[in-house]
Nanobody, 126 residues
Framework: QVQLVESGGGLVQPGGSLRLSCAAS????????IGWFRQAPGKEREGVSC????????YYADSVKGRFTISRDNAKNTVYLQMNSLKPEDTAVYYC???????????????????WGLGTQVTVSS
């Protein structure tokens, strides 16, 4: 059974850190582009970071560049999102996603991805 399962969310104070995990089952994650997205209440889903399948290059939204790091552990079939220096505006449900049919050509568009996890809540508040 194909699954993407996010974990690692929670409540953290501003300036704190969290590491999100996106664990895959039923397929080998390293052969697919993986994107991290987030969605705050009343806002559209936005791309945060992604890692390509072919060369493992990583990309970041300007809003998180220098604070977030995406990585992939092929042995664990898991992608991570290390989030440091968290801000209240980072509060959102975080999702990981991939695409099985075709190739992702625009990492930042949620419509490019055809399989999503259920998400994990991140709340940054004092």
């Amino acid at each position: 059974q194909v699954q993407l399962v996010e974990s690692g969310g929670g409540l953290v104070q501003p300036g704190g850190s969290l590491r999100l995990s996106c664990a895959a089952s039923g397929f080998t994650l390293q052969y697919y582009a993986i994107g991290w997205f987030r969605q705050a209440p009343g806002k559209e889903r936005e791309g945060v970071s992604c890692i390509s399948s072919s060369d493992g290059n990583s990309y970041y939204a300007d809003s998180v560049k220098g604070r977030f790091t995406i990585s992939r552990d092929n042995a664990k079939n898991t992608v991570y999102l290390q989030m440091n220096s968290l801000k209240p505006e980072d509060t959102a449900v975080y999702y990981c996603a991939t695409r099985f049919v075709g190739v992702v050509t625009n990492f930042w568009s949620p419509y490019e991805y055809d399989y999503w996890g259920l998400g994990t809540q991140v709340t940054v508040s004092s």
